[in-house]
């Protein structure tokens, strides 16, 4: 019988039956991938610890007629104060809804799980604004994957020496103010926010979090983050909304 023994987070459950669970989980070596957890639900169950939600683990999967099933996981990370806390919960859930999207199955994706691993680790672990995180989320998976926007200079001519800086979503990328001719509808950014998306996009993964952002600046990126996924994803995720029910810091 084939097997596949692989480390992941789990992205996704759907009870199934009496008490099974089909857990869709986000894995190094074959991307995403679901597996069959039989009597997961019940409290004795050997996968009530390793196959909750964003609980980072090392699976093994049994690979049967039409889908796998869940043979054992051994939890490393739980992430337990993501599903304590609805608002780290519901950033936790959009950034889940991008990489269900954006993921296959069966298609290696170790840079994204482990930039997935490490923005968890910030908004499980950390005070860092949950916002924060999640823009940077964003912005790197959309480089990842190959959708970066173009941030080392003006995308039209080319100079480095932009004093001012425009930000163009039909150009994806900066525009410096003399080539705003060429997007009528590129929209001005601050050098905070200019600066952080470079960070974003170029630093090292080891820095890529390790920076503080004004609230002027996080409210650009957020703007600009909302509109880009919207174009390059097609597709508006809504699940962020639900926190304006809350006063969130
Ligand atoms: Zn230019």
Same mark, same amino acid.
């Given at each position: 019988?084939?097997?596949?023994?692989?480390?992941?987070? @789990?992205?996704? !459950?759907?009870?199934?039956?009496?008490?099974?669970?089909?857990?869709?989980?986000?894995?190094?070596?074959?991307?995403? &991938?679901?597996?069959?957890?039989?009597?997961?639900?019940?409290?004795?169950?050997?996968?009530?610890?390793?196959?909750?939600?964003?609980?980072?683990?090392?699976?093994?999967?049994?690979?049967?007629?039409?889908?796998?099933?869940? #043979?054992?996981?051994?939890? &490393?990370?739980?992430?337990? !104060?993501i599903? #304590?806390d609805?608002i780290k919960?519901t950033y936790a859930?959009h950034m889940?809804?991008?990489?269900?999207?954006?993921?296959?199955?069966?298609?290696?994706?170790?840079?994204?799980?482990?930039l997935?691993?490490n923005a968890l680790y910030m908004l499980a672990k950390t005070e860092k604004s949950p916002e924060l995180i999640t823009r940077i989320f964003e912005f790197r998976l959309?480089?990842?994957?190959?959708?970066?926007?173009?941030?080392?200079?003006? &995308?039209?001519?080319?100079?480095?020496?932009?004093?001012?800086?425009?930000?163009?979503?039909?150009?994806?990328?900066?525009?410096?103010?003399?080539?705003?001719?060429?997007? @009528?509808?590129? &929209?001005?950014?601050s050098?905070g926010a200019?600066k952080t998306l470079r960070h974003i996009i170029?630093s #090292?993964?080891?820095d890529l979090f390790n920076f503080e952002v004004s609230e002027q600046v996080l409210n650009e990126l957020s703007r600009i983050s909302k509109?880009?996924l919207?174009?390059?994803? !097609?597709?508006?995720?809504?699940?962020l909304?639900?926190l304006?029910?809350?006063?969130t810091p």
């Open positions: 019988m084939s097997y596949v023994r692989t480390k992941g987070v @789990v992205l996704k !459950e759907v009870n199934t039956g009496e008490a099974d669970k089909i857990v869709t989980i986000l894995s190094r070596s074959h991307g995403k &991938i679901s597996g069959f957890a039989k009597s997961a639900r019940r409290p004795k169950s050997r996968f009530v610890a390793g196959a909750q939600l964003f609980c980072y683990s090392e699976f093994v999967l049994f690979k049967g007629r039409d889908m796998y099933s869940l #043979n054992s996981s051994d939890v &490393i990370e739980p992430f337990y !104060e599903r #304590n609805v919960l859930a889940v809804d991008i990489l269900d999207d954006v993921v296959q199955e069966g298609q290696p994706s170790p840079r994204v799980l482990q997935f691993l959309l480089s990842i994957i190959g959708y970066a926007p173009f941030v080392k200079a003006c &995308i039209s001519c080319g100079t480095q020496e932009m004093d001012s800086v425009l930000f163009s979503f039909s150009k994806c990328g900066f525009l410096c103010r003399a080539c705003k001719i060429n997007d @009528v509808h590129a &929209i001005d950014i050098v200019y170029s #090292n993964l080891k509109k880009y919207k174009d390059r994803l !097609e597709k508006d995720y809504k699940k909304d639900f304006k029910h809350f006063n």
